[in-house]
């Protein structure tokens, strides 16, 4: 249906927009608020274009990238603001999972939680 990858939003430091899929439009306006946030902040700061996706499993994937004339893109930068985003905002990924494993891979909640529970004890 949406091949290996669902989009949940991205934002173009190059187009100076912000796109959010509208297939999400059931979160709550305060979470789709926060990551319009996130993701402008991000794209300001390192610049390049910064997309986030769910895999077919229902992981969501934080990927970055640049335009291959941006000497201006930071990607050592761009890592570091991934991992950072990543450790703050763990709470709402898990959750941001949890919904797209119950309302779009039609898991039952029990199963969703206890398969990223079991996930998130791997070392």
Do not use: W
Not at 65 to 84: F, M, N, P, R, T
Request: glycine share 8%; charged share 35%; proline share 1%.
């Amino acid at each position: 249906m949406y091949d290996d990858r669902m989009v949940l939003c991205g934002s173009s430091a190059y187009e100076k927009k912000y796109y959010f899929n509208d297939d999400f439009d059931a979160l709550p306006q305060q979470v789709k608020d926060e990551l319009k946030i996130l993701c402008v902040l991000f794209t300001e700061d390192v610049g390049g274009v910064l997309t986030l996706e769910f895999d077919d499993e229902g992981n969501l994937l934080l990927n970055t990238s640049a335009e291959e004339e941006d000497v201006l893109y930071d990607d050592i930068g761009s890592g570091l603001k991934i991992k950072q985003m990543q450790k703050e905002k763990a709470e709402l990924f898990r959750s941001l999972e949890l919904f797209y494993k119950v309302f779009f891979l039609g898991m039952d909640a029990d199963e969703a939680a206890g398969k990223h529970e079991e996930s998130g004890q791997e070392n």
